[in-house]
DNA sequence: CCTATTTCGGTATTTGAGCACCAGAATAAA
DNA sequence: TTTATTCTGGTGCTCAAATACCGAAATAGG
């Protein structure tokens, strides 16, 4: 039982609370709101956050009242940016056996795979968080 | 560090696996050649090997001399047929938190993931173990 | 038969990602 | 200044997938 595409639960969540940040924008939005919102865990969601923190996707305050705002527009923030975040770097897939060293001149794999992994990786720069409508 | 598309060592070591062992048809390839050739475990290479002979894509022969073949024509082996030995059943990827709960109404994936690991789908079944040539 | 070879299949181990916990630091409000 | 709230970041646990191990079964060849 397998995902063709990898996303974890966590690039998930990422995506998901800032779809929830930029929609209550300009208000500042907290982990434990968020934990309600998306049903999940508050100490996952405020790890994945950290990141998002650290990366100056957005900002956070402590404190009574504290809470993250987005740092940029929704516009500018795509599921390429978050993905990369959190799963810190995408790789284009390519034959995986190349490290290892591929037995075939010409591998089965040709440049399949790397083409259909760039065009997922484009596809995943036009999905924004400003995408989202409610 | 993370890559786009789940491929598995183990279903790129059947797939080339097969490939090895459709090159060398109609003799019989058995796993220690295989290791060899792909610098892999020969326990590794032994398990995934057994998995394919069940699903029925290969034969096995026992005892000296014995080992792998093909049990249909290559052109008719796509590595959707092999992934889906390897990773057991694909799932075509929607938005992940639809199980425990989409906040939203509309949800930001759209059903763009849906149709892209749709469209990973297709592409893998073009790919076919006849495709190797060297 | 007997032996060497090879797959079979159950089980054990490893590893890494996902997730949880908790004490600490910052800060808003009273 | 005190308290309650919220993020921070280090560490520790958990669990499943990936991988390894090993005795058993099959069989080809002499």
Chains 1, 2 share one sequence.
Not at 35 to 62: M, T, V, Y
Not at 71 to 86: G, H, R, T, W
Request: charged residues 20%; glycine residues 6%; aromatic residues 8%.
């Amino acid at each position: 039982m397998s995902h063709l595409i990898n996303i974890s639960e966590a690039a998930s969540l990422a995506l998901h609370g800032l779809a929830i940040v930029a929609q209550n924008s300009p208000n500042k939005v907290n982990v434990k709101y968020l934990a309600e919102k998306l049903d999940a865990s508050e100490a996952h969601l405020a790890k994945i956050f950290q990141r998002l923190n650290k990366s100056g996707i957005i900002r956070s305050f402590r404190g009574p009242k504290g809470g993250f705002v987005l740092n940029k527009p929704a516009k500018e923030i795509s599921f390429l940016d978050i993905y990369e975040i959190v799963e810190s770097k995408i790789i284009l897939n390519d034959c995986p056996l190349h490290k290892t060293g591929c037995p075939f001149e010409n591998c089965i794999f040709g440049n399949a795979l790397k083409n259909i992994s760039k065009n997922l990786y484009e596809s995943f720069k036009y999905i924004k968080l400003s995408n989202f409508n409610e």
